[in-house]
């Protein structure tokens, strides 16, 4: 089980506009400078992101991206799935064919613990990783 670059990328992506969305739209030219990944990748992101309705966009000078609904409303596993990427743990992906062709021994077990990642990930909101992000900032001001 692994989450991709891709998986990782858009929920980095999303962080990033609903910390400045205050600012106005986000290119995707500055989310691609403040974290450091390809303006092609954003771009081929960002196409299904906006397709699930997670982000809508301006065009134009001052254009860019915002999120489409509030940031308590956009949870890890909505952003996950948005970009075809799956949290699972069953090497079958689902199919029950892990073992030529049959449901291995411990497909359950995984099975289980990919319903269990995927209640986690759906249980964390954009806004609980921006007010885990300001608080750190918060500390780390207050430490010096």
Not at 49 to 66: E, F, I, M, Q, T
Not at 83 to 109: F, M, Q
């Amino acid at each position: 089980m692994k989450l991709t670059s891709k998986g990782r990328y858009a929920v980095t992506a999303m962080i990033d506009i609903a910390l400045n969305q205050d600012k106005g739209p986000t290119t995707l030219a500055l989310i691609s400078e403040r974290q450091g990944i390809s303006l092609s990748y954003l771009e081929q992101l960002f196409a299904k992101l906006k397709k699930s309705d997670l982000v809508s966009s301006a065009r134009g000078p001052g254009g860019g991206y915002r999120l489409s609904r509030a940031a308590m409303d956009i949870s890890v596993s909505l952003i996950i799935r948005a970009v075809d990427e799956s949290v699972d743990a069953r090497k079958c992906g689902g199919k029950s064919n892990c073992h030529g062709g049959e449901e291995c021994l411990s497909h359950e077990l995984w099975t289980d613990l990919s319903a269990m990642i995927d209640q986690f990930l759906n249980k964390i909101t954009l806004q609980d990783l921006m007010d885990r992000k300001q608080s750190a900032c918060l500390k780390e001001i207050s430490f010096h």
